[in-house]
């Protein structure tokens, strides 16, 4: 359960990385402007962010947010496991009823009267994918009158999650050989969660990603400039914009993070385990692969 709870807190993070260009997608995969408009006809929804085939982001008029999020795994029985955990999570912010009709299993709820925060939510299980729309309402109640347009949006959607650029077995950016020294590769998962960004974790949960972000190069240097929780060291081989940060007071402690720019895009490598490690608190090691996909960008 260790690895699919970190895998689910990555794809988030995922999803955060793949938001930061300031540029509104144009459609979304899993459910097209006209299907959106026929189940949620009281509310004018504009999609600000595609999230690279993961899921997408929409807003409404007043401030309305909606997620749509689509989770795939390695296989049935590890989907089944994530949904359990889901559907916990869930539960522990409303209550929850069974919703026939959409994949193998579904549950949605809306949050009480007096949540700090309003929110209508289903989460639906199907073969080794998993759906999970929210909706986060601006001053006023979630309720049956929302949630409704919300579980025909995700009769919808359920039938396009096979639409995602989510995969595992490979990856652009990470392989195999970049795990040694780092992973067990006797447990490990290479998983693609979009174009720009892979991950790679094993048994125990440790595990590595790239992300890759489009900025410029007066962004990525004043990253390199600012002061946080974490110690910096520049790493001038692989370019000037390039600093690795490690041995954080703040967030997991053991983890090590390069940053390298080229082209106008910028990477983050990432070595995250789960309890010290051998290359916890050092870039050394870690640059070597930062090194090889800062020859692909």
Not at 239 to 251: I, M, Y
Request: charged share 20%; net charge positive; with cysteine.
């Amino acid at each position: 359960m260790r690895i699919l709870d970190r895998l689910s807190c990555c794809l988030v993070l995922f999803l955060a990385i793949g938001a930061l260009p300031a540029r509104a997608a144009a459609t979304c995969p899993f459910i097209s402007a006209q299907e959106l408009a026929g189940a949620m006809p009281a509310l004018k929804w504009s999609l600000i962010s595609n999230q690279d085939g993961r899921g997408c982001i929409y807003q409404a008029g007043r401030g309305d947010t909606m997620m749509l999020t689509v989770f795939r795994n390695p296989d049935k029985d590890r989907a089944k496991e994530l949904y359990a955990t889901f559907v916990r999570t869930l539960g522990e912010r409303m209550p929850l009823s069974a919703v026939a009709g959409i994949g193998e299993d579904g549950q949605r709820g809306i949050t009480a009267a007096n949540a700090q925060r309003q929110e209508a939510s289903i989460v639906a299980l199907s073969g080794e994918y998993i759906l999970q729309i929210a909706v986060y309402p601006i001053a006023r109640r979630s309720d049956e009158a929302l949630l409704g347009p919300v579980t025909q949006l995700a009769r919808v959607a359920i039938g396009h999650m096979g639409r995602t650029s989510d995969r595992f077995g490979d990856c652009e950016w990470l392989m195999p050989a970049d795990a040694d020294g780092f992973l067990d590769k006797s447990t490990l998962q290479v998983q693609r969660t979009g174009a720009n960004s892979c991950m790679m974790f094993d048994g125990e949960a440790n595990t590595m990603t790239v992300a890759v972000i489009t900025t410029s190069r007066e962004t990525a240097v004043n990253m390199m400039k600012r002061l946080g929780p974490c110690q910096h060291v520049a790493i001038p081989e692989l370019g000037r914009e390039a600093f690795g940060e490690h041995s954080c007071t703040k967030g997991n402690g053991n983890a090590v993070n390069i940053f390298v720019w080229k082209n106008g895009r910028q990477a983050s490598i990432l070595f995250a385990p789960v309890k010290p490690h051998p290359e916890s608190g050092s870039v050394e090691h870690l640059k070597a692969v930062a090194a090889r996909v800062y020859g692909k960008l």
